[in-house]
């Protein structure tokens, strides 16, 4: 059957090249280890190591990655003896087409992989592979009698391929390890019998019941008074985290106390964890400009080497005097070592994919690698200020009503009518009033976006918003809005001011440290929000933000970023509500708070919080700024290498050994330096 080559959206290849064999390779080893079910770690792992029954399943994994090296071991081994019995223990039976046979024997354990990969991508159409360039240069060494060379540079490609392998591996595990937190199995109440089930047919409503050390498998609200979890998994955070009843508690925590019980609210294929494991698992589809560039590059780089090969060894007929073949082809062949792209091929995509894995482990999420990039060169960070900067949960400082209105008349009315939004203002106010009175009556009810709500209640049309919802229906007020530094919620019924109820957020914690690194990297900040102004100046003051807008509605935010972009200034913006999701999708970078965060806003967004602490947005923007500083790394490396050698190579002052160093050797130290930002602190 004909092939046909397989692309992405941005024009990438995916089949018959040097990347899709080792993603192929790393995949499936990932898929056969033993290690797919085990979920140790750290103290654990220390626990496991006496017990015989979990050492095989490590020593299993050690076993697959040994095979992977036992072709360039048995290659190795026949190499050293052929060189000994060349130059340090000379036999009179080892010359001519035993000596040959020799180095052949010692050759094929690696080359012949790498030859069959050569004809079957020009079977399909792919000609100038790494495959084929490393073929023909070791082929060629060969055909001119240098066959401790021609063994040499296939063996050390071939030792340089399965390092690759097992750092795509090792990354990739990582970020599944860290992410696929979900047990297979929950403990279900059933008429109060404890039974196990898997976790994927647990039915929304079903209670969990969790013991101490065990891990959540679905998303759920808290039965029990209270409960400590450690959120690590999901946030990066290892401070534990207490839960009271009715709070929302999500897949992938442990809980660290006692024996808990949990209502599933959600199934498990769309747990917050599964979405998050989804969209990491994604990412690496969403190639960055680099990547990009780097593959479009090879793509035209390498006919362009096989053609300058050719031309090292054939023109010089036509000038040198002393035109010698084999000398001019060693060169040529030289240059072809030097040329294979497989240091910028490999190491690059890596070293993005260990950006999003150093990423996930702090608890951000990257939904592509263009996304790291992007975020290391942002200028402008504009972010909304509740569930953003502040806690987002509110309290009611003082109720400010009318006398002419019964007071808990009118208050019952308020917090059945906000029982309708999922608002934290709606919370405040319930957990001021109490339990809503089921005799209040309403009819209509209408949210009105950046206004607040409308309902009829006993013939009479109830507001509950702020003072531009009173406006919009024509109500008069005698007081000053901006006159009160708290948020205020207006009341009006039957068209007549009635009053109002104050209520207050309190800024987080690592608010005011977000601010300050976000100054250090010289990004411009600025705040946005529908609540009323003076508690947005009021905020802003307190954390050094010089420009701050508050009364704002959904359009008039896309606006103030539309402003901004038309200075040609890149911007990122961080929310968490529904109505920030528009202006999510605008910006340059969305940023979700994940935590607290609007599935909307969630979907919309590019990078995802997890933890809902702004302290991570400088954290994202660093880890971006190392990822491609490493990236930036490899490129110079990898072309500053080759050129020297390539000049040398072709003015015949290189010999084979330099470029086996060249290729493979720049190759790995290009894969250490991308694996190495999966260690680092941020």
């Known amino acids: 059957m004909e092939h046909t080559h397989q692309y992405d959206e941005q024009g990438k290849q995916l089949c018959c090249t040097e990347e899709a064999k080792i993603n192929n390779t790393a995949n499936a080893l990932i898929k056969n280890s033993p290690m797919k079910s085990c979920s140790c770690s750290g103290d654990d792992q220390d626990q496991h190591t006496n017990d015989d029954s979990h050492d095989h399943d490590h020593a299993s994994e050690d076993g697959n990655n040994i095979r992977l090296f036992l072709p360039a071991a048995l290659s190795f081994v026949a190499l050293l003896i052929a060189i000994a019995l060349d130059n340090y223990f000379p036999q009179t039976w080892f010359t001519g087409w035993v000596r040959i ?51 040499a540079v296939m063996l050390f490609y071939s030792v340089g391929e399965v390092f690759q392998t097992l750092a795509v591996k090792r990354a990739k595990t990582n970020i599944k390890t860290l992410l696929d937190q979900r047990p297979d199995e929950v403990t279900v109440l059933r008429n109060n ?58 897949a992938g925590m442990i809980n660290l106390n006692a024996v808990s019980q949990v209502r599933v609210t959600t199934a498990y294929t769309d747990s917050k964890l599964s979405r998050i494991l989804e969209l990491v698992q994604n990412a690496a589809a969403q190639k960055a400009p680099t ?53 910028l091929v490999i190491s690059i995509p890596l070293g993005y994919f260990g950006g999003i894995g150093a990423a996930s482990r702090n608890g951000i999420l990257f939904k592509g690698s263009n996304f790291l990039d992007t975020i290391s ?27 002419e209105f019964n007071r808990d008349e009118i208050l019952k009315m308020v917090n059945a009518l906000e029982s309708q939004s999922t608002h934290p203002v709606a919370t405040a106010i319930h957990q001021y ?17 950046g206004h607040g709500l409308k309902a009829d209640v006993n013939g009479k049309v109830l507001l509950v918003g702020n003072f531009r919802l009173l406006d919009k229906f024509a109500v008069a007020y005698d007081i000053d809005p901006a006159s009160i530094v708290y948020t205020v919620i207006a009341i009006a019924y039957d068209h007549k001011f009635a009053g109002y109820i104050t209520i207050a957020d309190s800024i987080k914690e690592d608010a005011q440290l977000t601010i300050d690194t976000l100054k250090q990297l010289g990004v411009n900040i600025t705040m ?25 509605l959904p359009e008039d935010k896309v606006n103030k970023v539309k402003e901004i972009k038309a200075r040609n200034e890149t911007v990122a913006f961080v929310g968490d509500g529904v109505n920030d999701a528009p202006v999510v999708a605008l910006s340059d970078v969305g940023i979700a708070m994940g935590g607290l ?4 806003t969630i979907e919309t967004a590019d990078v995802v919080i997890q933890d809902d602490k702004p302290s991570k947005i400088p954290t994202a923007i660093a880890i971006g700024k190392q990822t491609k500083r490493i990236v930036w790394q490899n490129i110079s490396l990898a072309f500053g290498v080759k050129a020297i050698v390539l000049i040398l190579g072709a003015g015949g002052l290189a010999t ?22 999966q260690r680092m602190k941020f």
């Open 193 to 250: 019998q404890a039974m196990t089930l898997k976790a994927e047919t647990v039915s929304i409503g079903d209670i969990i019941q969790l013991k101490a050390g065990e891990k959540l498998g679905l998303d759920g609200e808290l039965l029990s008074e209270t409960a400590s979890f450690n959120t690590a998994a999901l946030t990066g955070e290892s401070k534990p985290d207490t839960k009271t009843k009715g709070d929302s508690v999500l």
């Open 656 to 677: 084979m050994w330099e470029a086996v160093f060249a290729d493979v050797g720049v190759a790995l130290l290009a894969i250490l330096n991308a694996v190495r930002i």
């Open 377 to 403: 060169t942002i200028q402008n960070v504009v972010m909304d200020k509740t569930g953003t900067m502040t806690e987002g949960v509110f309290k009611v400082q003082e109720v400010n009503l009318k006398p």
């Open 528 to 552: 946005l929000s529908g609540d009323k102004n003076s508690v947005v100046q009021f905020v802003a003051q307190k954390l050094g933000i010089a420009n701050a807008f508050g009364d704002l």
């Open 597 to 600: 965060g609007s599935d909307a």
């Open 101 to 151: 046979g020799w180095y052949v024997a010692a050759y094929l354990p690696v080359g012949l992989p790498v030859l069959k990969e050569a004809v079957e991508s020009i079977v399909k159409g792919e000609v100038f592979s790494e495959f084929l360039l490393m073929g023909i240069a070791t082929i060629g060494a060969f055909a001119i009698g240098e066959y401790p060379e021609g063994v």
């Open 291 to 343: 990547e990009l560039f780097i593959r479009k590059f090879a793509k035209i780089y390498t006919p362009i080497v096989v053609a300058l090969a050719v031309a090292i060894c054939v023109v010089p007929y036509v000038f040198v005097e002393t035109y010698v073949f084999s000398e001019w082809l060693y060169r040529a062949l030289i240059f072809l070592v030097i040329s294979c792209p497989c240091a």
């Open 433 to 449: 009033v109490g339990d809503i009175d089921s005799s209040i009556t309403l009819n209509n009810v209408e949210e009105i976006s």
